[in-house]
């Protein structure tokens, strides 16, 4: 088996790609060695002391390294963990644990209660950010939640390598911002959730 590895512009993050599914649906986003118990890959991962994050893609599994933490001496690590479990076809979640689940249950929910008035506004920014943002935002490493709408702003949370990026406000408000803009009026500012 071999295992890529891609750079993200995170420069404390890194793809990893085992040429194989990952997650058949949705994404985790492990931001903590409490919250890694789910899932033994998780935790082996942030068992080398080193990591701050772990986070589970469709086909990829992004690792933010500790600050003042060498890739080079990590990356081995991750890739012989990585390599152990995908050739033993271990299970990536603990049974009875939230296997599959985009995020964490309390993470899932919105900022705020929304105005059903604006069913169709949320249906156009939800249906942007699935069809054109997601797939970019995972392409880097991440992941990109929808968190509210209210008069006007559009809340999301990124996640993964882009949690914590460099360039993540610059994502969203040049990138994601405009994009919502151009396509749907309404919206006249994204923030940071």
């Known amino acids: 088996m071999f295992i890529e590895t891609e750079t993200t512009p995170n420069p404390a993050s890194l793809k990893f790609l085992p040429g194989q599914a990952v997650m058949s649906a949705g994404t985790r986003d492990f931001t903590s ?3 890694a118990e789910a899932s033994p890959l998780a935790q082996a991962i942030f068992d080398t002391g080193e990591v701050t994050g772990v986070f589970f893609g469709s086909d990829f599994v992004s690792v933010t390294a500790a600050p003042g933490v060498n890739w080079t001496d990590l990356k081995p690590q991750v890739l012989s963990i990585l390599l152990d479990h995908f050739v033993s ?3 990536l979640f603990t049974p009875g644990s939230a296997a599959g689940i985009a995020v964490p249950p309390d993470d899932t929910e919105l900022m705020f209660e929304e105005n059903p008035e604006h069913s ?3 249906a156009q920014i939800n249906e942007l950010l699935e069809t054109r943002v997601r797939p970019a935002v995972a392409g880097d490493g991440g992941d990109i939640q929808y968190r509210g709408f209210k008069d ?4 999301l949370t990124m996640q993964g390598a882009c949690s914590g990026c460099p360039s993540s406000s610059a994502t969203l408000k ?4 405009g994009l919502l803009k151009h ?5 006249v500012e994204v923030r940071a959730a």
């Open 33 to 35: 060695p409490e919250a």
């Open 174 to 177: 040049h990138g994601i911002e």
């Open 120 to 122: 169709d506004i949320i």
């Open 152 to 155: 006007g702003v559009v809340y």
């Open 183 to 187: 396509y749907v009026p309404e919206v």
């Open 89 to 91: 076809e271990a299970p």
